[in-house]
């Protein structure tokens, strides 16, 4: 099993620092800058803990499922937003990819003595992040589709939709069919563009996406300024209905 370990070091010179280790011979440390949030020690761990699979890839491998990733961190506060048992709303942005990613992760609190998590002034690799730079959601590439965001909306649309004990992981399952080459952009008819005029305020920047095979229809928000979209929703219907 992978596992990361983190441990917030508080606020130090104006900037949450947050200590990691994978392995015993991988360790540094994190300084989150631009944190506005209440709770800033959990939010910075979050970021650091999803910069670090993400961006940084401690893993060194593409995460699309927790099944065989430990993660420990000594925030209580992280394993409540996960399991969404926990009033704190403000945290859950910051821990959207778990939702997703991460689904079926093993989680613990660090251990009280972790001889391999540094501490300020260690000879460590250090780094600054700033946690308004940091994406809330994990961009994924796809063949067909090009940059996209899941969003935790979208997978439960998905797994509602497939027939019973069709996919036993469906994130994994819906990332597959995302994955397939020959998904096309479908031309939205007019009572279409009325119903999602009516739902998201515009549609000039609205995607319609199915594999000419598949029931599935995928509708994608694209930011025509970054190119990325983001999954919005999933709906089954006969391409014959529209």
């Not at 910051?94 to 992760?105: K, W």
């Not at 959601?137 to 027939?163: K, N, W």
Request: aromatic content about 8%; some cysteine; charged content about 25%.
């Amino acid at each position: 099993m992978m596992k990361l370990t983190t441990r917030s070091l508080g606020l130090i010179e104006g900037e949450y620092a947050v200590a990691w280790h994978v392995g015993t011979q991988r360790n540094g440390i994190l300084y989150v800058e631009g944190l506005s949030t209440k709770d800033p020690q959990a939010a910075a761990e979050l970021v650091a803990i999803r910069h670090l699979l993400f961006t940084h890839n401690v893993f060194k491998r593409d995460i699309i499922s927790g099944t065989g990733i430990a993660i420990e961190f000594s925030s209580p506060l992280i394993k409540k937003v996960y399991r969404r048992k926990t009033t704190k709303k403000h945290l859950m942005p910051f821990a959207h990819f778990m939702q997703t990613n991460l689904q079926g992760v093993s989680m613990k609190i660090t251990p009280t003595k972790d001889e391999y998590l540094p501490a300020v002034g260690d000879d460590v690799v250090v780094e600054y992040i700033c946690a308004n730079n940091t994406p809330l959601y994990d961009v994924l590439t796809f063949p067909s589709l090009g940059q996209i965001r899941l969003t935790t909306h979208a997978v439960s649309q998905y797994e509602e939709r497939l027939h019973s004990g069709e996919a036993k992981k469906p994130l994994a399952s819906l990332i597959g069919r995302l994955k397939h080459p020959e998904l096309k952009k479908q031309p939205l008819p007019d009572r279409e563009v009325k119903h999602k005029l009516r739902k998201y305020g515009r549609v000039d920047n609205l995607e319609i996406w199915r594999h000419d095979t598949s029931q599935m229809h995928y509708v994608i928000i694209r930011d025509h300024s970054s190119d990325i979209g983001t999954l919005v929703t999933i709906y089954k219907r006969h391409p014959d209905y529209l």
